[in-house]
């Protein structure tokens, strides 16, 4: 397995043979109700103040590119899809904007460590003022290792949020955001209807969106692009039920919420030749095409152009070079 993986460091090939390989032993696992997964274990390499400071990030960018007031959150069912490993950001909307309940949803559940899991969490507390302790203590209680109080916080592992009955068929929900986890649904239809049954009329969805190969083969010196020129029959293979890049770009998302009747905006997080983060700050509305960036992500592009699969092919640059987006929308009342 070590050789396989490094081998597949070496050429597309190798690459597409090592990622089929690894989605087939990932699904044979989950089929047999083993849902533990390390990809998406966020933490367990930060320091304190990293973790504090990522999941700080989070929280701000949903309040700000939703133009959300904190105050206005209270008393607001929200659901959080593809947690990962800590349930900090879930906290500070329960903590500091005050909402009723955070219900958390993950197909798999992340690898952690416990006791860094308590550390992050009371340095998070020991950040809030006397009434948001107050808050914070109604969901957790770290006494005796971490106790969640299922009237504020519940976490739910090892199923679609299609799937899911207590999330379908339960109270709706006034807000549903996610970061970096609609793009590892395959085929993402099923779970964006479902969020959308699961929203109140007029509610908000915000959905911070990874357009890029997450690595996949920019990370191994290939084109960032280059998942893109793979045949559909061998990409399936490689990425449906593994969590890897469902190579849904922009045009999809935008035709998708458009179908669903959402009042939606768009914001660019990454370009193709950045570092895949989402880390554009601000994010913007519109490219800046006289930016050094937005030229290096033009010139990669051509590159690849005549290379890609036809669908992507008769796509305007535009849509192209973007390599993430933070979607902001709005069900119609």
């Known amino acids: 397995m070590k050789q396989l993986k490094s081998l597949a460091k070496r050429s597309k090939s190798a690459i597409v043979v090592y990622k089929i390989y690894d989605n087939w032993r990932t699904t044979r696992r989950f089929r047999r109700g083993v849902v533990e997964w390390t990809d998406a274990s966020t933490h367990l390499t930060m320091t304190l103040d990293e973790s504090l400071k990522y999941i700080d990030s989070q929280f701000d960018d949903y309040l700000k590119y939703g133009h959300i007031a904190a105050d206005s959150l209270r008393d607001k069912r929200v659901f ?3 947690f990962g490993d800590n349930i900090g950001v879930a906290l ?18 992340c690898e952690r460590d416990d006791q860094q899991q308590i550390e992050i969490y009371q340095a998070l507390r020991e950040g809030l003022n006397p009434v948001q ?3 914070f203590d109604e969901a957790i209680d770290m006494k005796d290792g971490l106790n969640l109080n299922p009237e504020k916080l519940v976490c739910i592992y090892g199923t679609d949020v299609e799937d899911c009955q207590q999330l379908t068929q339960g109270e709706p929900f006034d807000l549903i955001i996610s970061r ?17 049954r699961m929203l109140v009329n007029g509610g908000m969805m915000l959905h911070k969106i990874d357009l890029s190969d997450q690595g996949m083969f920019r990370d191994n010196g290939l084109h960032p692009l280059t998942f893109l020129t793979i045949s559909d029959r061998l990409y399936r293979m490689m990425a449906a039920g593994s969590g890897k890049p469902n190579r849904k770009l922009l045009n999809y998302y935008r035709a998708k919420m458009e179908s669903l009747g959402y009042e939606s905006t768009f914001l660019i997080t990454d370009l193709i030749g950045g570092k895949g983060k989402g880390d554009m700050h601000p994010h913007k509305n519109t490219l ?12 990669l592009l051509k590159e690849i152009r005549p290379r890609l699969l036809p669908r992507y092919k008769n796509l305007p640059d535009t849509e192209l070079v973007v390599a993430g987006t933070f979607l902001v929308a709005r069900k119609p009342n």
């Open 92 to 109: 500070k909307f329960l903590a500091v904007g005050g909402a009723r309940q955070l219900v958390c949803l993950d197909k798999f559940y």
């Open 180 to 196: 970096g986890a609609i793009q590892d649904i395959y085929e993402p239809d099923a779970a964006l209807a479902a969020m959308d």
């Open 288 to 299: 800046d095409l006289e930016d050094d960036f937005t030229k290096k992500a033009f010139s």
């Open 80 to 82: 959080e899809l593809g």
């Open 133 to 135: 302790r107050v808050l």
